[in-house]
Each structure stands twice: as C-alpha cells, then as structure tokens.
C-alpha cells in the first residue's frame, strides 16, 4: 500500500470548513484512498473513501487531484465534536499475500476544531 | 454505534498471565481483523479472517492467537502477557476483503497488564 503524508496537527474554528490535506504521490492506479478518524481512544471512524472521482457523503467530502498524488477531506461545518486524529490511508482491492486487507495507520492529523 | 461488539471493555491482569478478546462482527460482515493501539506504536494491525479462515497475518506476536468460529465471531488470545502488551485492542469487520470494503471498528477492549 502506498505510504501517506500528512500534518501533523491543524486547528479549524466551530462553524468553519475544515479541509485536512493528504500526499500519497506512490499511490497505483487500483488503490483507494481512505479517511478514518479517531476520537480519544474510541474505535476509528469510517468517514469516506475513493478511487478517482470525488466523493460526498453525510460526514464529509474527499476532494482526490486529478493525478491521484494528493487530497483533501472536507468537513463542511465542523464542529467541537470533530475534534479527532484524521488517518489518511491508501489501500489496493483484494491483493493477497500478507497485506490482505489490513489497514496501514500512520499518525495522521490531530485536528482541533475550536469554539 | 458501528454494529461491532467488543467485550470485555477493560481487563487487567499480571504478567504472566493470559486472557481472551472476543468480538462480535457487524451481521453480514464476514472478514474480522483485529488491531493493537499502543501508545509508542500506534495502530497496528494483527491479523485477519475471513469467514473463518486466516487470511493475512500482521507484527501479531507467538504468544497471540486468534479465531473465527462458524457463527462468524472472533476471539484474540493472548498468553504469557508481559508489561509491553498493555494496549487497546480493536476488532474491525466488513463484508469482504480489500478495497474497497469499508472496515467498521468496535469500542475497544483495553488491556492492563500489572
């Protein structure tokens, strides 16, 4: 699975669109792009997910370039309760071997959302 | 509420010691993984199965086991537990495997090793 960057921290005040950047520049052509959050040591939170097109759901909106090397998870109106650790993870459909499946984390963004 | 149960929520033991995770799936889902989130490691994943069978093994340790019984939940056991294994312990379901099946994580069991 292509590796993820992401910042480590970001602060989006109550109300405010909060838009959380993501590089995955080794990402192929079959891989998708994930957003989980986490809130305080609760289980992580599907959020959205994509191959190639952007996507919209309830929670939130994944902006993915045209090239596939980065995006961007939009949450529209944040508020105190979107305070969280955002993971940005790039995974291939059914690839067998050991990856199979598996989510790879890596630290993610703690976004602070503020009144 | 993702539809995935995790019990117990929080056990503490000694060294030495071993116990078991069990985890209830979202109805329908036939893969379940199982992650461990500590504080220097992050979340890691363990292992997989699918439908009963293992299907993809992570940094799960000997002393750690793991199965899926035919009514689809899981149970993580841990033996010989040392200090260092204090963590949460996530289960997480889905319908398939891979891409793109969204993964649905359950509240966590933590786990306190004394």
């Known amino acids: 699975d292509a590796k993820t960057t992401q910042p480590p921290s970001m602060d989006c005040a109550e109300g405010r669109a909060a838009n959380l950047p993501c590089n995955h520049s080794t990402i192929s052509g079959n891989e998708y792009v994930y957003w989980y959050r986490q809130i305080h040591s609760q289980g992580p939170q599907y959020i959205i997910h994509g191959l190639k097109n952007n996507e919209t759901n309830e929670m939130a909106s994944l902006i993915i370039t045209e090239d596939r090397k980065s995006s961007t998870l939009i949450l529209p109106h944040a508020t105190l309760r979107d305070t969280a650790v955002y993971y940005c993870?790039?995974?291939?459909?059914?690839?067998?071997?050991?990856?199979?499946?598996?989510?790879?984390f890596g630290q993610g963004t703690i976004l602070t959302v503020h009144p | 509420d993702s539809g995935v149960t995790q019990t117990p929520k929080h056990l503490i033991t000694a060294t030495g010691q071993r116990v078991t995770l069990r985890c209830s799936p979202r109805s329908g889902d036939l893969s379940v993984y199982w992650y461990q989130q500590s504080l220097d490691q992050g979340l890691q994943f363990l292992i997989q199965y699918y439908n009963g069978e293992e299907r993809a093994k992570g940094n799960i340790l000997e002393r750690f086991s793991a199965q899926q019984f035919p009514d689809l939940h899981s149970e993580l056991n841990l033996s010989s537990l040392e200090l260092g294994d204090s963590a949460l312990y996530f289960c997480?379901?889905?319908?398939?495997?891979?891409?793109?099946?969204?993964?649905?994580f359950g509240p966590g069991t933590r786990l306190t090793v004394l």
């Open positions: 993870i790039v995974r291939a459909p059914n690839a067998g071997g050991t990856s199979y499946g598996k989510l790879t």
């Open positions: 997480a379901s889905s319908v398939g495997t891979g891409a793109p099946h969204e993964q649905f």
